[in-house]
């Protein structure tokens, strides 16, 4: 019996030795994302006199993916043409709403009023005027690596201000 118990002992310990080997075949978990934002805002001087408020139209993005909040990358020393996506990376939020909530943050600063404008409709009034709308389509928001050690943000934007007070 005393033998009998050592060699189901053995066994055990085998099996133990076994399983735990096998575990350290098992895949390693995968990375979690890493999120990214544009940083805080610089601060800037103050204006003197009041600025004229001004609405803002939410930003298109045309070439962007829908809902898409991947960091992309160009490889312009390999193949320019090919805009790639980080596999580990993400932007906090869509490069678009990005950009918009940074640029309503600067014109807003010297206290200017920064109101909204549907596409659309009439341009908001203040004081029964019409606001001047500025218009932006995001045609570029990417990483461009001139070689394997070099890169440069790229942010391409197409802006217009219509007045309706000079129409």
């Known amino acids: 019996m005393h033998m009998h118990f050592y060699k189901k002992s053995w066994w055990a310990a085998g099996a133990v030795a076994l399983f735990l080997a096998g575990c350290s075949n098992l895949p390693s978990p995968p990375q979690a994302l890493?999120?990214?934002?544009?940083?805080?805002?610089?601060?800037?001087v103050a204006a003197?006199?009041?600025?004229?408020?001004?609405?803002?139209?939410?930003?298109?993005?045309?070439?962007?993916?829908?809902?898409?909040?991947?960091?992309?990358?160009?490889l312009a020393y390999a193949?320019?043409?090919?805009?790639?996506?980080?596999?580990?990376a993400r932007w906090s939020l869509q490069p678009a709403q990005m950009v918009q909530q940074r640029l309503r943050e600067h014109l807003s600063q010297g206290g200017r009023v920064v109101l909204s404008a549907q596409p659309g409709e009439l341009p908001p009034l203040v004081q029964g005027r019409s606001v001047p709308v500025?218009?932006?389509?995001?045609?570029?928001f990417s990483q461009v690596?001139?070689?394997?050690?070099?890169?440069?943000?790229?942010?391409?934007i197409r802006a217009t201000l219509v007045d309706p007070a000079t129409r």
């Open 34 to 44: 890493v999120r990214y934002d544009l940083g805080a805002a610089p601060a800037l």
């Open 79 to 88: 193949d320019a043409q090919e805009l790639r996506t980080y596999a580990q």
């Open 134 to 140: 500025l218009s932006l389509s995001l045609e570029e």
């Open 145 to 156: 690596f001139s070689s394997t050690r070099d890169s440069v943000g790229w942010v391409r």
């Open 48 to 74: 003197s006199a009041p600025l004229q408020p001004i609405a803002l139209a939410q930003i298109q993005a045309p070439l962007q993916v829908e809902g898409s909040t991947g960091l992309r990358y160009r």
